[in-house]
Structures are given as C-alpha cells and as structure tokens.
C-alpha cells in the first residue's frame, strides 16, 4: 500500500527545555505572533501557531542544557500506533501521567528520543483532565 493511501500521523508539538519560559514565549509571542494557550502552574509556558504547539518548559536539571525535548504527533488511533510500535520491535507506549494536560502517551523511537501519542491534539487540554485539580 502506498503511503499517500494510510492515515498519516501529524506532527503537531514540540517541547523545549529553557531557563525562562516566560522570556521565550514573548520572544515566539512577538516574533512569530505566536498565541499563549496555557502558562501552567509547574511553569511551562505553551504557546501555538494554530497547528504547531511548542510546550516551553523550565530547566530544573542541573548541567543540562536548553534545547529539545521531545515532541508529539496527533494521531487518530493511538492503539494502531502502539500495534506498529510494537511490531517495529520497540516498547509500546507508556500512558502520560493524569496531570499532563494534552498527551495520553508517551514512547521512544530508535535512537532513544522520546515522542508523545495524543488523539486529541495540542490545542485544547485532555477531555479527563479537565475535571482534575492543578497540583
């Protein structure tokens, strides 16, 4: 089967490790006219373009530097993604954390960089987590 001919995951978020999230959203903010959708009580500042979600997030470890974290894709049936996961040979997905506010799951691919798995996008929080407390 052709690959025009199969449901393509879209790759609609990235996170960024930074000292200021706060400093880099006004700089994507003001640059890019980026919109703020969320400033998080852990301190990560998440930001869009309408298709692209960037999730700007403190750095708390120490020595490690600014840069990319991981990033995610929308997809429509997380349990397919799992299915090629698996069949690749790799670990199928971990379930995110309830107080993660957009991604049901997260894996790795070969090389070790970690992606998130979420059916229902990065513009709007998860459906389950509205109904739970910030920690």
């Known amino acids: 089967m052709a690959q025009k ?7 609609r978020h990235l996170a960024i490790i930074t000292a200021d999230p706060n400093k880099l959203a006004d700089f994507y903010e003001e640059v890019f006219r980026m919109e703020v959708l969320e400033r998080s009580e852990r301190g990560a500042v998440f930001v869009t373009d ?3 979600n960037l999730a700007l997030i403190p750095n708390r470890a120490v020595g490690k530097p600014s840069g990319i974290n991981h990033f995610g894709f929308e997809v429509k049936d997380g349990a397919e ?3 090629r996961l698996e069949a690749y040979g790799l670990p199928g997905p971990k379930d ?3 107080n993660r506010h957009y991604a049901q799951q997260r894996a790795m691919d070969p090389d070790g960089n970690n992606f998130d ?16 407390e910030a920690d």
């Open 117 to 132: 798995i979420s059916e229902n996008g990065y513009q709007t929080v998860r459906p389950e987590r509205e109904d739970i």
């Open 81 to 83: 993604i799992a299915k």
């Open 5 to 11: 001919d199969r449901e393509k995951p879209k790759l």
């Open 50 to 52: 309408g298709t692209i």
């Open 96 to 98: 995110r954390p309830a």
